[in-house]
T-cell receptor, first 114, second 115 residues
Framework: AQSVTQLGSHVSVSEGALVLLRCNYS??????LFWYVQYPNQGLQLLLK??????LVKGINGFEAEFKKSETSFHLTKPSAHMSDAAEYFC????????????FGAGTRLAVHP | DADVTQTPRNRITKTGKRIMLECSQT?????MYWYRQDPGLGLRLIYY???????NKGEISDGYSVSRQAQAKFSLSLESAIPNQTALYFC????FGQGSSGTQYFGPGTRLLVL
């Protein structure tokens, strides 16, 4: 069965500091992996996705994530945090091959302080 | 205009009442989903539909029912609302088929409070 674990329900960084949000997955078949962002009082917006092409994936707003099969990880990073990055971030996994059912992690709330 | 819309955006109801949450999409996707979001639990799948005639239970379907009226419309009903159904509810859509990544597109959510 697939599952997703996000380490750290809350992460706090200073503006301009590195953002690192951790995601580990388990899947018996090659996965598709996603990061979604939820800004206050809004729905979920796709940040980036891994679909078995390049292992380093670039997304919107300067975020990127690297798929590491040996570590079963898909951590999200951004070199320099901005105040507008404050939001909740969700990692999700689905089976490849068009199955499409997503399994979400519990989410990590990112706070950015001046 | 938004691709995935949900109505109402906020709803307060009383225990025992029947309510319906509606979702419409203009993306032309066959697949639609209902999730609930609770703090610290992420999103959990309630029901999903791969086409108008194909509806499936998710991990937490008890107390809920759905109706897929058309490709573009997918409604979620709480037959007899209870306080622990207080949550944020999201509808989502996705395309399918070989080559599809499974990206899901979310509506803005319905915040439900059951008193």
């Amino acid at each position: 069965a697939q599952s997703v674990t996000q380490l750290g329900s809350h992460v706090s960084v200073s503006e301009g500091a590195l953002v690192l949000l951790r995601c580990n997955y388990s899947s018996s078949v090659p996965p598709y992996l996603f990061w979604y962002v939820q800004y206050p009082n809004q729905g979920l917006q796709l940040l980036l996705k891994y679909t078995s092409a390049a292992t380093l994936v670039k997304g919107i707003n300067g975020f990127e994530a690297e798929f590491k099969k040996s570590e079963t990880s898909f951590h999200l990073t951004k070199p320099s945090a901005h105040m507008s990055d404050a939001a909740e971030y969700f990692c999700a996994v689905s089976l490849s091959g068009g199955y499409n059912k997503l399994i979400f992690g519990a989410g990590t709330r990112l706070a950015v302080h001046p | 205009d938004a691709d995935v819309t949900q109505t109402p955006r906020n709803r307060i109801t009383k225990t025992g009442k029947r309510i319906m949450l509606e979702c419409s999409q203009t993306k032309g996707h066959d697949r639609m989903y209902w999730y609930r979001q609770d703090p610290g639990l992420g999103l959990r799948l309630i029901y999903y539909s791969f086409d108008v005639k194909d509806i499936n239970k998710g991990e937490i379907s008890d107390g809920y029912s759905v109706s897929r009226q058309a490709q573009a419309k997918f409604s979620l009903s709480l037959e007899s609302a209870i306080p622990n159904q207080t949550a944020l509810y999201f509808c989502a859509t996705s395309d399918f088929g070989q080559g599809s990544s499974g990206t899901q597109y979310f509506g803005p959510g319905t915040r439900l409070l059951v008193l």
